[in-house]
């Protein structure tokens, strides 16, 4: 237990806010793609252990949990997903916040009036889709146009999040235009920020970006996106990653409940080699033990310091160095 005392504050957030990726694979493969998801993955989170973990997330907090299903893409097993929003529902876990999608299953109008009222009589509140210059790569934006229409109509606007809705309204399939027109404007919206240069954006994107060098990051502590997001992902492998940093491990909840994750890492994230020095010091925090295992930082420097932390990490993953701090850097292959 940490030796915190009563009045002081917690290091570590409580996490109340939680996804269930339940599973890495997807119809698509996008640029932007921070878990590099494609079709070329069959992990899937079984309904009996995504509801052991949902409950003990809910029971880890004080203030319980809100959960949303995610992937990969979510309804590439429907039968699961409905199955595992009803088995939640008739134990009461509450609240399945959202559901993510990209709309690939919305072929048809029938297709999704079923589904979504389906989700709603299985207590989803909200849907999301994801629509955007990557996605249309993938799949024809007529679906998430036909997607959206629908959940409004059934389920009301408030009930509907379109990332981004400026794109759905004027965007277009990606997928049509000359490579080098569609390459232009990936990196026009990349520039803009909106997405985090890690994963499959750091092959495609982030190289062909306004570059700084690895030393214009020191001092931009990670402790916020580590430790006080209150936000944590599950990956079907059990895998607990903070929320926006893919591919950095908190604990494993295959071996081990959350609570005790959560406890665990509020006693010991300082002495850990990758959370506790990103926590204090951000990726720049790690250039000397790099460096010293022969880690050379790009001459055309990093696009963020995302950018520069997935280089780090993927050197210390084994792409290139020696492969270290397996504990804290995996799944090994989101590196590769
Ligand atoms: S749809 Fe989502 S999960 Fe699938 S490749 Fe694109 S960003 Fe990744
Ligand atoms: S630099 Fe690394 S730890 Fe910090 S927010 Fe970005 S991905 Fe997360």
């Given at each position: ?16 806010f ?9 119809n ?5 793609c ?52 009803r ?24 297709i999704?009036?079923?589904r979504?009222?389906?989700?709603d ?27 959206a ?12 999040q ?6 759905l ?8 235009l ?10 026009h ?13 750091t ?11 690895a ?22 492998d ?41 926590s ?11 460096q ?45």
């Amino acid at each position: 237990m940490s030796a915190r005392r009563r009045d002081e504050p917690m290091s570590v957030k409580y996490w109340s806010f939680a996804g269930l990726m339940l599973t890495y694979w997807c119809n698509a493969r996008c640029a932007s793609c921070y878990l590099r998801c494609s079709p070329g993955h069959d992990e899937r989170m079984d309904a009996g252990f995504a509801l052991r973990i949902w409950r003990e997330l809910i029971d880890a907090c004080p203030h319980g949990c809100r959960i949303h299903l995610t992937g990969g893409e979510a309804f590439g097993d429907w039968g699961s997903l409905i199955e595992l929003a009803r088995r939640a529902q008739g134990e009461q876990l509450r609240p399945l916040e959202k559901i993510e999608t990209n709309a690939f299953w919305a072929t048809d109008r029938q297709i999704v009036r079923r589904r979504l009222a389906a989700l709603d009589e299985a207590g989803m509140v909200k849907l999301v889709i994801s629509a955007d210059p990557y996605h249309q790569q993938f799949v024809p934006i007529a679906r998430c146009r036909l997607l959206a229409k629908e959940a409004m109509e059934l389920l009301g606007a408030q009930r509907v999040q379109v990332r981004w809705r400026d794109w759905l309204a004027g965007g277009c399939d990606t997928d049509a235009l000359p490579a080098d027109e569609r390459e232009s404007l990936f990196l026009h919206y990349a520039a803009s920020g909106r997405d985090r240069m890690t994963g499959r954006a750091t092959d495609t994107l982030a190289g062909r970006l306004a570059a700084h060098p690895a030393e214009a990051f020191e001092g931009s502590s990670c402790r916020d996106a580590l430790l006080r997001s209150r936000h944590v992902h599950v990956g079907p492998d059990g895998l607990v990653m903070p929320g926006a940093c893919a591919g950095i491990v908190l604990g494993r909840a295959l071996d081990e409940s959350i609570s005790s994750i959560w406890r665990r890492l509020e006693n010991d994230f300082d002495g850990r080699p990758i959370v506790g020095v990103l926590s204090r010091k951000g990726p720049a925090g790690l250039l000397d033990e790099a460096q010293a295992a022969g880690f050379r930082p790009s001459p055309d420097g990093y696009a963020s310091k995302c950018h520069l932390c997935w280089s780090l990490r993927k050197f210390f993953a084994g792409f290139a160095g020696e492969k270290r701090f397996t504990n804290e850097i995996a799944p090994v292959w989101l590196y590769a």
